[in-house]
């Protein structure tokens, strides 16, 4: 199928479209984008900056892509977003670029952004997030692979969110999730491990039980953080990969993770 572009759209001089790109009414492409094979802008979507999307995106109206960031630290220059391949932005999400010249906002593939949510400056986004609507990371937060995001949450910048975490609606983020767990609450706190998130995606009974290991040593034990690294080091499962991821982000959190109930 080749480019079908509405003659209201406007694309600026220097886009690089691939193929079969689809670009709807009064859409607009800046002259710094690229934008990959199948993707899709519906009217009205908005992609400008140096941002370059990958193949079979879909971007609905009113949706702002590699727009300016918000950092009053902005110097000038041409820092950018990278998204990758499958990512789904719906009406009215807003990414940002990143900051510095040469610096990039990046993303991954196979990511759902619901409406209203924002993406802002630096984040690096990996893949699988589903985002709902009104919730929003800040700058430079870092999120891992299968990451739910519920209604109305609010990333505080620099933290971090591990794989598979699962975030209840309108939680308060202000320091770092380990992964493969459920946080909720304002402040966010770990609530328990993310079993039914963790099932759904194929997690035999040994994974689950040295996930729930891990867990309970750090949030259920008792133990100072110190104290808690020192006996799941020890830990007979310490060797799971699983155990580990949860095991390596806790000791190398810099603003420290959620706290437990």
Known sequence: MAQQIHPTAIIEPGAVLGEDVVIGAYAFVGGKSVIG?????????????????????????????????????????????????RNVFREYVSVHGATNETDYTTMGHDNVMLAYSHIAHDCVVGNHLVMSAQSALAGHVIVEDHVNIGWGSGVHQ????????????????????????????????????????????????????????????????????????????????????????????????????????
């Open 37 to 85: 094979a199948g993707t899709v802008l519906h009217h009205h979507a908005n992609v400008e900056g140096r941002t370059t999307i990958g193949s079979q995106c879909e971007i609905f109206p009113f949706a702002c892509v590699g727009t300016k960031t918000h950092d009053l630290k902005y110097k000038g220059g041409e820092p950018g977003l990278v998204v990758g391949d």
């Open 158 to 261: 620099f933290c971090r969110i591990g794989a598979h975490v699962m975030l209840g609606g309108m939680s308060k983020i202000v320091q770092d999730v380990p992964p493969f767990i459920i946080a909720d609450g304002n402040a966010a706190i770990a609530r328990s491990i993310n079993k039914v998130g963790l099932e759904r995606h194929g997690f035999a009974p040994e994974r689950l039980d040295a996930i729930k290991q891990a867990f309970r040593i750090f949030y259920r034990s008792g133990y100072n953080r110190t104290q808690a690294f020192e006996h799941m080091r020890q830990h007979k499962l310490a060797a799971s990969p699983d155990f580990q991821h949860f095991l390596n982000f806790v000791t190398k959190s810099e603003r420290g993770v959620v706290a437990g109930k």
